[in-house]
T-cell receptor
Framework: SQQGEEDPQALSIQEGENATMNCSYK?????LQWYRQNSGRGLVHLIL?????REKHSGRLRVTLDTSKKSSSLLITASRAADTASYFC?????????????FGQGTILTVHP | GAVVSQHPSRVICKSGTSVKIECRSL??????MFWYRQFPKQSLMLMAT?????????EQGVEKDKFLINHASLTLSTLTVTSAHPEDSSFYIC???????????????FGPGTRLLVL
């Protein structure tokens, strides 16, 4: 089954505004991670939230996790043009011994200066 | 810390030839490396999980004879696309996880990717 479905698929905002991206998944998880990918580049790890955590902050990033709804959200506050990128959630399903990640389809964020 | 490199960054080859992509962990030992492919504007699809010194575990639908993976050392894994065809053209990304004794490997560190174009 597909994991890590995200919405919206694309988000366009003005600099200074907040951006919220959502991720839903289907099975139990060990943790959920968010990554950023600039066009044609590798992925940058942003934040990891474990299944027993509900909220986590890192700088301008805030991630929430609701295991009862099998969903997570990534909030970027006071966005900047440099935040323009694709954002992916990835779930690390419980029980896998090698930390395998299953990625969502991603949200393309465009921040206009 | 936790830097992963890939070489080459891009490669163009003729149909029928083989291409080798290297993935190196530069400042840590990676017991597990992962290989993904990504088509334009799509997500990453895991191809295989590679453990140092053992055979790779391939995901369903990935041909192991076409995508040869070797993980000969704790800092190097290679992916060889054999007899490449135009449909193999894609962005190939590797990642490495840092094993923590007694704990689940959690964060993966990604390489910058290799863009393969098969003519």
């Amino acid at each position: 089954s597909q994991q890590g479905e995200e919405d919206p698929q694309a988000l366009s905002i003005q600099e200074g505004e907040n951006a919220t991206m959502n991720c839903s998944y289907k099975t139990s998880i060990n943790n959920l991670q968010w990554y950023r990918q600039n066009s044609g580049r590798g992925l940058v790890h942003l934040i990891l939230i474990r299944s027993n955590e509900r909220e986590k902050h890192s700088g301008r990033l805030r991630v929430t996790l609701d295991t009862s709804k099998k969903s997570s959200s990534l909030l970027i506050t006071a966005s900047r043009a440099a935040d323009t990128a694709s954002y992916f959630c990835a779930v690390n399903a419980g029980g896998t011994s090698y930390g395998k990640l299953t990625f969502g389809q991603g949200t393309i964020l465009t921040v206009h200066p | 810390g936790a830097v992963v490199s890939q070489h080459p960054s891009r490669v163009i080859c003729k149909s029928g030839t083989s291409v080798k992509i290297e993935c190196r962990s530069l400042d840590f030992q990676a017991t597990t490396m992962f290989w993904y492919r990504q088509f334009p504007k799509q997500s990453l699809m895991l191809m295989a999980t590679s453990n140092e010194g053992s055979k790779a575990t391939y995901e369903q639908g990935v041909e192991k004879d076409k995508f040869l993976i070797n993980h000969a050392s704790l800092t190097l894994s290679t992916l060889t696309v054999t007899s490449a065809h135009p449909e193999d053209s894609s962005f190939y990304i590797c990642s490495a996880s840092v094993g923590i004794s007694g704990r689940f490997k959690e964060t993966q560190y990604f390489g910058p990717g290799t863009r393969l174009l098969v003519l």
